[in-house]
């Protein structure tokens, strides 16, 4: 994330909005605090602030950015080419990953369920 410009939020409270599993990976991956203030309260984090609540894994500079999401791409590369790693990761988000994937669109098409609202 950008660290001296642009926020992170999440606003379905403020929009209206809701889904099954909306708050699955916040949940998952944020302290419950944290999750509160995305999905009840909207807060707006800025990078700081969202790396050190754990939302984002890394900030950057917006000259260097570029060099670090390769550097991370360079990383996960490699284990992710050995097949095991989706397999983990699935099993660390699975709640929130089938969630999303019941309400998610493929060519304008849905791939399961429909969605209470379209996003």
Do not use: C
């Not at 000259?63 to 590369?77: F, S």
């Not at 989706?86 to 660390?92: D, F, H, V």
Request: no cysteine.
């Amino acid at each position: 994330m950008n660290s001296r410009r642009g926020f992170i939020s999440m606003p379905p409270v403020n929009l209206g909005l809701h889904f099954d599993g909306i708050g699955s990976l916040p949940r998952l991956k944020l302290r419950p605090q944290i999750a509160r203030k995305m999905l009840l309260e909207a807060h707006k984090w800025t990078g700081k602030e969202a790396l050190e609540d754990g939302i984002v894994d890394e900030i950057a500079e917006p000259e260097k950015m570029l060099d670090a999401a390769l550097e991370l791409g360079n990383k996960v590369a490699p284990k992710a080419r050995m097949g095991v790693y989706a397999l983990l990761r699935q099993e660390l988000w699975g709640d929130a990953i089938k969630k999303f994937q019941r309400i998610s669109y493929v060519h304008s098409r849905m791939t399961t369920a429909p969605a209470k609202a379209k996003i």
